[in-house]
């Protein structure tokens, strides 16, 4: 693929980007010019891809519900880099369980990683990005998030509110005149690890996953690849009249 440069110049963070999504946004971010931070809990794999992009990136190890590390992790990058301009909230984990099955502690894992962690990237990013006057900040958030799935209480939860917090960093950026854009993107079943697992979960694997794909007016599992596209396009200036809104990648499955 022949990319363009847009991010030329940019410092972008990525969390939860040793595998899947964060992994190839990361790729997608090197490639169109961004300096890229490559954060993870999982140091090998963490260091791994930022090492497999060469020059132009390095690894922080960040654990998203420790707000000491990031304070820790931006600060570092901002002495070394200059400032931040994009910044990736995609570190998530998922639990399979009905409001009936969740105990309170799966509960509250699944929201401390999924809802705390973004709201300490925002609150963090946010602190840096306005000595710079602007920056874009991104938040993973789901499908699940718009359109309740029964088996997922702890999940759909989290991202919901990933989704509103999302409007809300938005607004009051622009309100404050910081010229930071805040968005989130809405991804259906994509394949990735995440998306094996709770395939994998299931007695039969095969029959689970021709399910996911049949539920998709597309017909087909969404790659990692299209959400790292449309990461790297609310990151750049093409989108810099875009603040708080919410971009289902989902092949169709919103609009039934």
Not at 166 to 181: D, E, F, L, P
Not at 234 to 253: C, N, R, Y
């Amino acid at each position: 693929m022949n990319l363009t440069k847009r991010l030329e110049g940019k410092v972008a963070l990525i969390t939860g980007a040793a595998s899947g999504l964060g992994a190839a946004s990361a790729r997608r971010l090197h490639r169109e010019g961004a300096f890229v931070v490559v954060t993870d809990r999982d140091v090998e794999k963490g260091a791994a891809v930022a090492a497999s992009l060469g020059e132009g990136a390095v690894f922080h190890k960040l654990d998203v519900v420790n707000e000491a590390e990031w304070i820790a992790v931006i600060d570092a990058v901002v002495a070394a880099q200059g400032g931040l301009d994009i910044l990736v909230n995609n570190a998530g984990v998922g639990v399979l369980a009905s409001v009936e099955d969740t105990t309170i502690e799966a509960f509250r894992f699944v929201h401390a990683v999924n809802t705390e962690g973004v709201f300490l990237g925002c609150k963090h990013g946010v602190r840096v990005m306005k000595a710079r006057s602007g920056g874009s900040i991104i938040n993973m958030s789901s499908v699940a998030g718009i359109a309740g799935a029964p088996d997922m209480a702890a999940y759909c939860s989290s991202k919901g509110a990933v989704r509103t917090l999302t409007k809300s960093v938005a607004m009051h950026c622009a309100r404050k005149g910081y010229g930071i854009r805040c968005n989130s993107l809405h991804p259906a079943f994509i394949d990735t690890p995440m998306v094996d697992a709770v395939v994998n979960a299931h007695r039969d694997a095969d029959r689970a996953r021709a399910g996911l794909v049949k539920s998709i007016p597309l017909g087909r599992l969404g790659e990692a690849d299209d959400v790292a596209a449309a990461v790297a396009y609310l990151a750049s200036d093409d989108a810099k009249f875009i603040t708080g809104v919410e971009l289902p990648i989902d092949g169709g499955l919103l609009a039934q």
